[in-house]
Structure formats: C-alpha cells, structure tokens
Nanobody
C-alpha cells in the first residue's frame, strides 16, 4: 500500500506562489497515476491536476490552467504542485492522491492512496 505525506501549505498573499510536496513510501510512483485535489469549506472535493503513470500526460482543471503545474521527482519518490499567481478562490485544503492505472482523471474516485491534506489560505 502506498503511503503519502504532504507538506507545503500555508498563508500567502494573492498573486504569490506556493509549492506543495507529496512524499510517497511503500512503493515507487512510476506504477501510479497521481493527482492533486482540493476542498473548500462547504464545497465538494475537486480535481486540480493529475499526471499519468508514464509522466507523459497531464490534465488541469480550467480554473488553474496556466497557473498550476504538476511534476514528480522519481529519485525522491515525490510529486509536487506548483501554484503561481494564487487567488483567494484557491483557498482550500489540498490533498495528494495516487491510484493504480496508467491514465489519470480529475474525479476523486479510483485513487486508493491519499495524503492527510494541507491547508492553503490566500488572503491579503
């Protein structure tokens, strides 16, 4: 079973950047599709970005396209979410996730491993 531990959340001002990290253990990431999700108070969990197990195909929610980047470092067995030009609407608890299968999707179903969540607050 893959275990995931997140870090990197915090309080930032609008227009600034933040990078979230998700360290995996128990297996290697090249077997899994990976994703980042977020959940704001009173809202459903939504997909933000994901990457196929091959590392060659990624998807982004329209609301973050061009601002957020998903990447992975196989040597560190870690994947990241780089968030630029943050907006107060990006405030949420962010979760990393990994699932079996080669392709990825932005629906929070079929991901077997989840991080504990990290709070991102964008406010002036």
């Amino acid at each position: 079973q893959l275990q995931l531990v997140e870090s990197g959340g915090g309080l930032v001002q609008p227009g600034t950047s933040l990078r979230l990290s998700c360290v995996a253990s128990g297996s290697t990431l090249d077997r899994y599709s990976i994703g980042w999700f977020r959940q704001a108070p009173g809202k459903e969990r939504e997909g933000v970005a994901c990457m196929a197990s091959s590392g060659g195909a990624s998807k982004w929610a329209d609301s973050v396209k061009g601002r957020f980047t998903i990447s992975r470092d196989m040597a560190k067995n870690t994947f990241y979410l780089k968030m630029d030009n943050l907006d107060p609407e990006d405030t949420a608890v962010y979760f990393c996730a990994a699932g079996d299968g080669t392709s990825c999707h932005l629906v929070p179903v079929g991901y077997d491993s989840w991080g504990q969540g990290t709070q991102v607050t964008v406010s002036s």
